[in-house]
């Protein structure tokens, strides 16, 4: 069977038998005439073994209460309105799931350090720059991946870019433009050169989650997309998978999705219908996020108190 199928036959068995060569020098699928799906076991135990990092019960310097209730970043942008709801929504909910796209250090303007802290609530974190994923590993228990989530629905290697000049801003306002870090094709022509460029290796997202969580995970509970750029083609790759493969189909309760444009919009709205996932148009309007819940918990939403944020 080997001797018909030539190189790619042993290109499959090597790569079985160790997994971590597989994205030793390119994991971009569309190498390959006939490439393993995202979620091949190849594929699966290569992110087990080289890219994810498991849940530790007690990591070095825990969040403290001060960060969770009274953070120094409180008032920029929407980040309060946002952590509002999702308080509301999950304060009698403990031990759910939730998954955090772009997480950066875990701690700054995170909407998931709460759910982890103090609600027990597990997941994975997924974060492509090196400085804030070793934050992130130093403050957070859940399991997690120093990696970029792919925007198309295949694992390839891309170009991130990152701003530059910021070493002698204040920690805010350093962290607040270094949360600016996206694929370059994300960046305005205008903005490129006031940054810098590295080589970065993105999964699918269907791929991390399945790796981390399995693929008899329960429903995911809270999907937060924030990636500063390309958020309506992630989340596009999930209509193409089977709900049987992918937990990340079963979203569970809530997404939240940051938009940049009308273009976004458009797209998010259009990809989370065909998700059976329903919008919550009204909340948070003019925010640069997107709300959207299952059936019935948009019924739960519109029970609560949650006046102040709709507009």
Known sequence: MCAAGGMWCLYVLATGLAPSLLCHFECSVTAWLHPPPPESVIFLLHLRQA???????HPPYPITAAELNDPPWLELGPWRFVESIIRLLYRRQRRGVFVEAGAGSGVFKSHTAWLEASQDWTGLLVEPRPQAFAQLRRRRKAAAALACV???????????????GIEDLPQLYRDTALARTTLTKYVVEEDKPSGTTSPVQCFTLNALV????????????????????????????????????????????????????????YFINGTANYLHLEPL???????????????????????????????
């Open 51 to 57: 890219v994810l990092r498991p849940p530790q019960h």
């Open 210 to 265: 399945t790796a981390a969580l399995g693929r008899k995970t329960h429903a995911i509970d809270l999907l937060v997309l924030d990636t500063a750029g390309g958020e309506h083609r992630i989340l596009a790759t999930l209509e193409r998978l089977s709900i049987s493969v992918s937990p990340a189909l079963s979203l569970g309760r809530m997404l939240v999705v940051r938009h940049h444009d009308e273009s976004d919009m």
């Open 150 to 164: 792919s925007d198309v629905e295949y694992h390839k290697k891309d170009e991130m870019w990152s701003p530059l």
């Open 281 to 311: 148009p009204r909340l948070l309007a003019g925010s640069g996020y997107l709300f959207f819940a299952d059936p019935a918990t948009k019924q739960r939403l519109m029970n609560l108190n949650l006046t102040s944020f709709m507009i």
